[in-house]
């Protein structure tokens, strides 16, 4: 049996002797250990992240093989750190799909900005927690500072009030959440059954599909999401969605919102948003615009007229984490009414430390202990400014347009009309379906498209999202693409 120590002759012995490195050192080392480690990691990352910039953009490596070595790890004992640091670092180098590199023409995760990562460096060292301003007073201000100025230059009035979210998925909910209160202030005490018939909300069936376990969450079901057809184009159709939200009415149902997307994930529609703060105000319903992809339009002074409408919403969501380009689990909630999210939130607990309306984040948000997720924008923003993101947007959007032309030189279609540097492309005849066109592209290995649907028809979907690609990715592309053809198919197998 091991002799029992007594916890003050342990301590007394610690502060006598300096600790020899043990496995609980390991977690906490000293000042030169880290340094030694952050030079290390820098040294690393750079190396890694030169590599997959001119490397394969899908994963390379053996799953069986790295779950294999991967079950190695029984977390019996201990190994040292600089190799698990250059091992988890080579796993990320070949274990990914990256979005990093200039030919991820994907889905809405684009490269981080520098400023970006260099805030979630700065957030892990002081791991500050945001769920008071008590607790975090400068960390709470910058983020109300960078919401305030997203507010403003979305059009909202100086009163606005937000929070950063997860994502665009936690801001839609806060959303439906925010319409379901201000609809039926009883709702917060008795949930669905305040409510005299099932309440309704509207979204057109090109939205995100975040919005059907919404409304699974907030306990209002899946059913409660009415999917608007849309107009040919991808756009809610606004006919459509008067009559909807009427005859729901006549039916004894409880319209409460009407969500706009700004961007759609699959083609970057963007819905007829006066039309559509209209009909919510005609029908006394929230209006909430999802701008998760889209809102980084406002940055730029020659694009931002395409969101227009977006300033009449009751609440939108920006997604810093897609077009803004921070590191990911980054978005954004902004109401215009300054008493909605202390409504619904609202809480009060004798061991916070403070409990400030409309200011600390647990009382104003779904989260309780949340991370300083802001520090991201702020940095980016305040190193580029308005411009330098407006210039960013702009670029991705003169890429997607010289992709469109290219292409439409050998014969694809674009068939979507989107001003966020996304195409729906149709291959020419004889191509073959684009699904298996995608899997052909990233069996290639040197770019990443998908395959998805735009008005019920099967397309190729290409957004340019990464701030580094340049023309010379896009006839890269355009090349990859052609060689999906009919003549060429062997040559792109062979490269597998
Ligand atoms: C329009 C739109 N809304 C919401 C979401 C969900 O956002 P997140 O993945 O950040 O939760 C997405 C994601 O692509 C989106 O495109």
Request: hydrophobic letters at 40%.
């Amino acid at each position: 049996m091991h002799e029992k120590i007594r916890p003050s002759l342990r301590f007394e012995k610690m502060r006598n002797h300096r600790e020899p490195t043990t496995s609980r050192t390991a977690l906490f080392p000293s000042a030169a250990e880290r340094e030694r480690w952050d030079n290390l990691l820098t040294r690393e990352l750079a190396g890694a992240n030169a590599r997959v910039s001119h490397g394969s953009v899908t994963p390379t490596l053996d799953l069986a093989s790295f779950k294999h070595e991967l079950a190695g790890f029984d977390f019996r004992t201990p190994r040292p750190l600089d190799d698990l640091l250059t091992w988890a670092i080579a796993q990320m180098e070949h274990g990914l799909v990256h979005v990093t590199h200039p030919r991820y023409f994907g889905l809405s995760n684009p490269a981080p900005t520098f400023p970006a990562q260099c805030a979630d460096r700065i957030a892990a060292v002081f791991n500050p927690q945001l769920a008071t301003s008590a607790t975090s007073p400068a960390a709470v201000e910058i983020e109300a500072h960078v919401i305030r100025s997203v507010a403003g230059r979305s059009g909202f009035p100086s009163e606005s009030v937000g929070h950063f979210t997860t994502g665009g998925s936690e801001a839609n909910y806060t959303a439906l959440i925010c319409a379901l209160t201000a609809s039926n202030p009883r709702f917060g005490t008795e949930g669905a059954r305040a409510f005299d018939g099932p309440p309704a909300f509207y979204v057109s069936r090109e939205c995100h599909l975040a919005w059907v376990k919404i409304a699974h969450q907030v306990g209002i079901g899946r059913s409660a999401m009415r999917m608007v057809a849309t107009d040919g184009c991808g756009r809610m159709d606004q006919k459509v969605l008067r009559d909807t939200i009427a005859t729901d009415r006549a039916r004894g149902c409880v319209p409460v919102m009407v969500a706009a997307t700004a961007g759609t994930t699959n083609a970057g529609m963007i819905d007829p948003l006066p039309g559509c703060a209209e009909i919510a105000r005609t029908f006394g319903l929230w209006y909430h615009v999802d701008a998760a992809w889209g809102g980084a339009l406002i940055a730029s002074e020659r694009l931002r007229p395409v969101l227009a409408g977006i300033e009449q919403a009751d609440s939108v969501t920006i997604d810093a984490h897609k077009w803004f380009a921070t590191t990911m689990g980054c978005g954004m909630f902004i109401t215009r009414h300054p008493s909605a999210l202390s409504s619904a939130f609202q809480v009060s607990t004798s061991f916070m430390p403070s409990n400030v309306i409309n200011l600390d984040p647990y009382v104003t948000s779904v989260q309780w202990s949340r991370r300083f997720l802001g520090l991201r924008l702020f940095l980016a923003l305040a190193a580029a400014g308005w411009a330098g993101y407006g210039e960013h947007v702009e670029r991705s959007v003169e890429l997607a347009e010289l992709l469109r032309e290219r292409l439409a030189a050998h014969g694809f279609a674009t068939v979507n009309q989107s001003p966020v540097a996304l195409l729906c492309i149709q291959p020419p005849p004889g191509y073959g379906d684009p699904r298996s066109i995608a899997r052909r592209v990233l069996a290639s290995r040197r770019a990443w498209v998908t395959a998805a649907t735009f008005e019920g028809n099967e397309i190729i979907r290409a957004c340019v999202t990464n701030g580094e690609t340049t023309a010379d990715d896009i006839a890269e592309l355009v090349g990859i693409l052609q060689a999906c053809g009919p003549e060429t198919q062997p040559s792109l197998q062979d490269s597998k």
